[in-house]
């Protein structure tokens, strides 16, 4: 399996609700990022939480991060019908990233996040 | 506000053909990357350049090459296309490796017939 899995893989909520979705990985990383797309569009870049953090938010976003159990959690409050969106968790590597070749950034699948008017 | 920009947002080629996907970033990022997208297996990264005339491959290069002859450009090849390459193509950019966020296009969705 996957590096970063994301879960659930779909989530349908009313407006106005909170959604939280969930990311494990298996190995030691240097961050964890949380992305957002769009239908046909591409991934815009919401939040890096890196292995030191414990937690950081962004405006309606608040992510956590756990790395005793390899986990992370985005929450999206008083969520809106424009946030209908995929959501994707990504997994950069613990180690040296100043030379190219040990770079490396794992997306998951991503959470089909949907909010109803 | 970074902008990367791809040449396309759908092509459609043929089997064999030779074809060339673009991307251009404004930002003077030094790393530039290209994924692949499909239904089920997520983004999977097919080659990065951390450099002019630098590039990696990543997960899945077989079939792909890349050119970086100018910091801001970065293109992929796909050297004779076949129907197993149609897919959404992304490229995407970043200003160090390593705890930097990577900057996306919007996407080539290319067709192979």
């Known amino acids: 399996s996957q590096q970063g899995e994301e879960d659930p893989q779909a989530l349908s909520i009313q407006e106005g609700e909170n959604a939280t979705m969930n990311c494990s990985y298996k190995t030691s990383i240097n961050n964890l990022q949380w992305y957002r797309q769009n239908s046909g569009r591409g991934l815009v870049h919401l939040i890096l939480i890196r292995s030191n953090e414990r937690e950081k938010h962004s405006g309606r976003l608040r992510v956590t991060l756990d790395t005793s159990k390899k986990s992370s959690s985005l929450l999206i409050t008083a969520s809106r019908a424009a946030d209908t969106a995929s959501y994707f968790c990504?997994?950069?590597?613990?180690?040296?990233?100043?030379?190219?070749?040990?770079?490396?950034?794992?997306f998951g699948k991503g959470t089909l996040l949907t909010v109803n008017p | 506000d970074v902008k990367v920009t791809q040449s396309s947002r759908y092509l459609v080629k043929r089997t064999g053909e030779k074809v060339f996907l673009e991307c251009v970033q404004d930002?003077?990022?030094?790393?530039m990357f290209w994924y692949r997208q499909d239904p089920g297996l997520g983004l999977r990264l097919i080659y990065f350049s951390y450099d002019v005339k630098m590039k990696e491959k990543g997960d899945i290069p077989e079939g792909y090459s890349v050119s970086r002859e100018k910091k801001e450009r970065f293109s992929l090849i796909l050297e004779s296309a076949s129907t197993n390459q149609t897919s959404m193509y992304l490229c995407?950019?970043?200003?160090?490796?390593?705890?930097?966020?990577?900057?996306f296009g919007d996407g080539t969705r290319l067709s192979i017939l």
């Open positions: 930002m003077d990022h030094e790393n």
């Open positions: 990504a997994t950069e590597l613990s180690g040296d990233n100043s030379g190219g070749s040990n770079y490396k950034l794992t």
């Open positions: 995407a950019s970043s200003y160090y490796l390593g705890n930097q966020p990577q900057h």
